[in-house]
């Protein structure tokens, strides 16, 4: 059976033909897969009762098994996706055998990968947080991720799946809290995970999970009742994606770029690139390549250090690419009119906080165009990490904002479910699980 999920219009397109039905057919099944998010091809009423039957037939639509749910307190849901197996993703034959690396990672690829994701609701928005890999092979060394390795690169079905997960269990409703902090789409990088058993069906020729509960009505703890009549047709709720969650998506480029094409289509998701942001440890040509795309994200650049010798220490990749490549990408990325590049700094307890590192980051970022820089308080982790103190984290931002460079401090959302920035480790949450709601 050929899978659905992820396709472009134009693959929809020559599938319909390879079955003998007009061309036009596939259009039909993106807008309903993408735009109207039904999974079940009895649902997809715009199309002939008989090419329902036969898609069901010869045909499927794999969502992601949901394994558990961590609900915070401030409202946001982190999920833990089981995803299908890849055969042959790591294949070590006929490499050099017996390598300690290659049987590390085979014995990874045999464990059935799982992603995690972070839905982020707040007045008149909501923010989805997804993974385009399974764990991440760049070692940022205050970051829990990295301590999973990589497993392997998502595709581009499992990569939109959880957006559009996310997008029905929650419909197009807002949550309303009541928060100090901004809650925007750079207010947040995520992980999840806990495992429970999820009995598959089989629907229409879709692959649905138990798991799965489109549009519960029900009300999160730490919420209030979503806003009557608030529908993003009404113009009154808007989505932002981040693609923040684990992995590095540079490094996975053509499925990352094959679900962003589909979810920045206004045929498709209809998210605006406005409302979409990539994040990357700094992959140069990766950065290179994304400026050379004509529909394209919002860029986000993990910075973390203000010289390379700190973020050698950090963040080995700086090592391949250090600051001055890194900042000469930056400055030579074609911004659109209404654009900038932000540039992410977790704040790192008398590591990278001192009003020094700040007046280095101010001369780093001199030559750049239009930047903003947003401050992240490290969150909690099994790592020799601390947090900075509020008021080194004050100082730093006024350092940047009376030179020019504007700042903003961004704190994470669903630090007690572990799922706030950096945490994102497939990881229990421990005894913090009597605070939060577990669906």
């Known amino acids: ?75 946001s849901v ?80 499992e990569i ?9 269990e929650h419909g197009s409703k807002s949550t309303a809290l009541t928060m100090e902090e901004d809650a925007g789409p750079e207010n947040q990088r995520r992980n999840p995970s806990k495992i429970a058993s999820g ?47 684990q992995g590095e998506p540079l490094l996975n480029f053509e499925p990352v770029m094959a679900a962003l094409r589909i979810m920045l289509d206004p045929e498709g998701m209809g998210i605006s690139p406005k409302h979409v942001t990539l994040s990357t440890s700094g992959i140069v040509p990766g950065i290179e390549r994304l400026g050379r795309e004509k529909v394209r994200p919002k860029l986000a650049i993990s910075l973390n250090a203000s010289n ?11 090592k391949r690419y250090p600051l001055k490549v890194l900042m000469e990408g930056c400055k030579n990325y074609p911004l659109r009119p209404w654009e900038h590049v932000t540039f992410e700094y977790v704040m790192l307890g008398d590591v990278n906080d001192s009003p020094e590192d700040a007046r280095r980051v101010v001369r780093l970022l001199a030559a750049l165009k239009k930047v903003k820089v947003n401050l992240i308080p490290w969150n909690p982790g099994e790592l020799p990490y601390r947090e900075s103190s509020p008021e080194r984290i004050e100082e730093f931002r006024r350092i940047l904002n009376d030179k020019g460079v504007p700042a903003f401090v961004r704190y994470s959302r669903g630090r007690d479910v572990m799922a706030a920035c950096g945490q994102l480790a497939l990881l229990d949450v421990g005894p913090q699980s009597s605070a939060s709601t577990v669906l």
């Open 308 to 318: 390379d010798e700190q973020r050698d220490a950090l963040m080995p990749i700086n």
């Open 160 to 168: 939109l799946a959880q957006a559009l997960v996310a997008r029905e």
């Open 199 to 245: 009995a598959k069906a089989r629907i229409g020729g879709t692959q649905l999970m138990s798991g799965l509960k489109p549009r519960p009505p029900r009300h999160k703890v730490g919420t209030q009742g979503p806003k009557p009549g608030a529908t993003e047709t009404a113009g009154k709720v808007q989505t932002n994606v981040v693609l923040m969650g």
């Open 1 to 75: 059976m050929i899978e659905l999920l992820g396709k472009s219009k134009e693959e929809l397109r020559a599938f319909c033909a390879t079955l003998g039905e007009p061309a036009y057919r596939g259009g039909q099944i993106y807008h309903a897969l993408y735009a109207e998010r039904r999974f079940d091809f009895t649902r997809m009423t715009n199309l002939p009762a008989a090419l329902r039957e036969r898609l069901a037939k010869e045909a499927r639509i794999t969502l992601p098994e949901v394994k558990q749910r961590f609900v915070s307190t401030d409202g």
């Open 78 to 157: 982190r999920y833990l996706f089981g995803l299908r197996e890849k055969e042959g993703e790591f294949n070590t034959a006929g490499s050099e055998e017996g390598t300690e690396k290659s049987q590390k990672r085979s014995r990874r690829a045999q464990i059935q990968a799982s992603v995690e994701a972070v839905y982020m609701p707040s007045e008149g928005r909501q923010t989805i947080c997804i993974s385009t890999q399974a764990g991440c092979a760049v070692d940022c060394h205050f970051c829990l991720t990295a301590q999973l390795g990589l497993i392997r690169n998502l595709t581009g079905g």
